[in-house]
Structure formats: C-alpha cells, structure tokens
Nanobody
Framework: QVQLAESGGGLVQAGGSLRLSCVSS????????MNWYRQAPGKQRELVAA???????IYGDSVKGRFTISRDNGKNMVYLQMNSLKPEDTAVYYC???????????WGQGTQVTVSS
C-alpha cells in the first residue's frame, strides 16, 4: 500500500511563490509517473504537472512557465515549485502517483493553496 502526504500549501499574495512537497510511503514500490492535480471549488480536478520516471515534465497550459515539477526517486518525493502565483491558482492541490509495474494509482489528501489578489 502507498500513502502520500502533501505539505507546503498556504496563503500567499498574487505574484508570490510556494513549494509543495509530497512524500510517499511504500519504498518497495517503483513509481512511474508522479503528478500534481488541483481542484478549485465548483470545478473538475485538473492535471497541473506530471513527471515521468526518467524526469521528463509536462504542464497544464495555465501553469507553463510558472510552475516546475521535480522528483527525488531516492526519497520517493515529488515537488511543485509555484512562482508568479495568480488568484486563479487557488485550489486544493493533490499529489498522485502511478506505480510503474501495476499501474495502480494513489492519491494524497490534498493541501490548500490560496492566492489573494
């Protein structure tokens, strides 16, 4: 079983930065993609960024050039550096991992990010 725990959310003014972290248990598992999603009130959950096992990142159009995803395979952690934050980035941010072999998906509980104007 894999458990995920996000941290680093909070309240920040527009233009500010936050760094989200996600630590995973289950070190015996090999992780494939590690991902960040977000869900704003009244909206569907959307992919923010994803990073492959080899370190290739992809980003949602709304965050390209502002957010950077990274991972530390040795520590089973994934990070999301968020710069130039906008009020529309306000959402609950969720960590998600997909196991490399089984493809099973796991989710964290989420961390709130609030950007004030």
């Amino acid at each position: 079983q894999v458990q995920l725990a996000e941290s680093g959310g909070g309240l920040v003014q527009a233009g500010g930065s936050l760094r989200l972290s996600c630590v995973s248990s289950g070190s015996k598992f090999r992780f494939g993609s590690m991902n960040w999603y977000r869900q704003a009130p009244g909206k569907q959950r959307e992919l923010v960024a994803a990073i492959s096992e080899g370190g290739t990142g992809i980003y949602g159009d709304s965050v390209k050039g502002r957010f950077t995803i990274s991972r530390d395979n040795g520590k089973n952690m994934v990070y999301l550096q968020m710069n130039s934050l906008k009020p529309e980035d306000t959402a609950v941010y969720y960590c998600n991992v997909r196991l490399a072999i089984s493809g099973n998906n796991y989710w964290g509980q989420g961390t709130q990010v609030t950007v004030s104007s």
